[in-house]
C-alpha cells in the first residue's frame, strides 16, 4: 500500500466550485490557524488566518475520511506542478515543544512587520539593516508561521464563527500549502488577519475577494498537470464532460488533449469502491 499519492489534491464540497478552479485557477482564501489552546476549560488563546490553497498527498484509498470533511468534488495535480507556485507541505509540531515555541516568538514580530509593510523608516526601529536584501530575508523567515500546523487541534466553524471544542488530529491529513509570498504583495493583501476579521463574514468576503486577485492557473505549466478530476457522482459525468470541454476549448486545448483529460475523471463513488 503506498505511504503517499504522487498527486496533490484539492477538495472543494461543490461541482460549481471544481468548475471555477479549472476556468478561473485556485483562489487562496484565508484560512483561520489556532496557534495555542487550552484543553480543560477548553480556550482558544493564539489564533490567526492565513491565505492559502490547501493540498494533501493522501492516497485515494485513503481518501474517503479526509472527504467527509472537504468535500467530495476534487483536483490531482502532478507533484511537478508545485514548483511554479512554491507549493510546500506543512511543518507539524507538537504544542510548546522547541519548535513551537519559536514560532510563537515569531509571530508578533511577522504581525508587527505585517502592519509596517517595507517602510525602511519603522524597520529601522528594530535595529534591522537598512538593506532591501536583508529585510526581505526577514520578512520571508517571519512568515514561516504560516506553514506551520499542531499536529492536533480544534477546527474553526465558519456556521458559528467559533472553534469547535472536539479535537482534530491535523498531521493525519498530510496537508500542502501555497502561501501568498509576503515580499510580492504587500500593500495589496495581508498574509494574516486576526481572527475577529476573519469572524465578520462581511470583512471575510472582503479580505477573500482581494485574495482573488492573485489566483493559481491550473494550466500554468501544462494541460497534462492534471492528473485526477473527481466528481461525487457517477450520474454527473456527462454534464460535466460538456462543462469541462468548452473550458478545455477557451484555454486553446486540441480535442486529443481535452480526450485524454476525461480518461482523468473519477468519481468519488466509484473510489469508494474500487479502493
Known sequence: MAVHSESLFHFTRSIDGLLGILRNGFYPYYCPEVHVWQEDPFKVLQCAAHPMVCFCDIPLSQISIHQQTYGTYGIGMSKAWRRYFNLNPVIYCQQDAFVHEAIGDIMPMYRQLEKAGLDNNKIKKWGLKDDVAFVMGFAKLLQLPSLVKLIEGPVFIKERNDWDTKLTPFYREREWRIVPDFRLVHGILDTVVDISTYSDPIKRNKINKKAEKFSLSVFVRNWSDIQY???????????????FTI??????????QIQILLTRVKTSERIQLDY
Open 229 to 243: 478530476i473527481i466528481l461525487s457522482k457517477d450520474a454527473e459525468v456527462p454534464d460535466f464532460i460538456k462543462e
Open 247 to 256: 473550458i478545455c476549448k477557451d484555454k486553446g486545448l486540441t480535442n486529443d
